[in-house]
């Protein structure tokens, strides 16, 4: 059975950092394609990063996000600097895209429960 379990959110302020994690059970993070995905209230979930034949990011987080991964601890990881109050929303981790396009968050098959990252100004 496939588990993701998020921590490391909380809330931070403007220019500050945090950093997300995501450990797996039930299969190896690096034989798969990996995400993290966000949600703020009212929004529809948009992905921030995407390990996928290359790493992408979204417009909005690039140069401040960097998504990594640790093999010997099967944990894939989301750094978060200069963080913004736009940056404010549930983060999601996501495992193995199955098709179609991979912003959408449909398309991915596994999901970390969400970890809540709030930025004050």
């Known amino acids: 059975q496939v588990r993701l379990v998020e921590s490391g959110g909380g809330l931070v302020q403007a220019g500050g950092s945090l950093r997300l994690s995501c450990a797996a059970s039930g299969l190896t993070l690096s034989s798969y394609s990996m995400a993290w995905f966000r949600q703020a209230p009212g929004k529809e979930r948009d992905v921030v990063a995407v390990?996928?034949?290359?790493?992408t990011y979204a417009d909005s987080v690039k140069d401040r996000f960097t998504i990594s991964i640790s093999t010997s601890k099967n944990t894939m990881y989301l750094q978060m600097n200069s963080l913004k109050p736009e940056d404010t929303a549930v983060y999601y981790c996501a495992v193995y895209f199955e098709g179609g396009s991979e912003n959408d968050s449909a398309n991915w098959r596994y999901w970390g429960q969400g970890t809540q990252v709030t930025v004050s100004s």
């Open positions: 390990v996928y034949r290359q790493t």
